[in-house]
Nanobody, 116 residues
Framework: QVQLVESGGGLVQAGGSLKLSCAAS????????MGWYRQAPGKQRELVAR???????NYADSAKGRFTISKDNAKNTVYLQMNSLKPEDTAVYYC??????????WGQGTQVTVSS
């Protein structure tokens, strides 16, 4: 069974940065499409960024220019670098494996809180 473990969340002031990590096991990151999602209180879970097996990246409009998704195939880990954070970025961030653009396996999530 695929296991995804997120880390790197925390409390940061507006304008600050955080880097999230997603360590994967029982799945090869290099051969998989991966995504970062987030869910704020009272809102639906949304896709923030994705990276294909070939390294092509896509971002939600809210993340463009501020967030960067990357991966290290040797470490079997996916990252999300988040800069210029805003209070509206506050959410639980989840890593997911994707197939045909849809999530197939989820991590447990990591809380990101941005104070104003």
């Amino acid at each position: 069974q695929v296991q995804l473990v997120e880390s790197g969340g925390g409390l940061v002031q507006a304008g600050g940065s955080l880097k999230l990590s997603c360590a994967a096991s029982k799945i090869r990151i290099g051969g998989s499409d991966m995504g970062w999602y987030r869910q704020a209180p009272g809102k639906q879970r949304e896709l923030v960024a994705r990276i294909t097996s070939g390294g092509i990246t896509n971002y939600a409009d809210s993340a463009k220019g501020r967030f960067t998704i990357s991966k290290d195939n040797a470490k079997n880990t996916v990252y999300l670098q988040m800069n210029s954070l805003k209070p509206e970025d506050t959410a639980v961030y989840y890593c997911a494996a994707q197939r045909w653009g849809l999530p197939t396996s989820w991590g447990q999530g990591t809380q990101v809180t941005v104070s104003s």
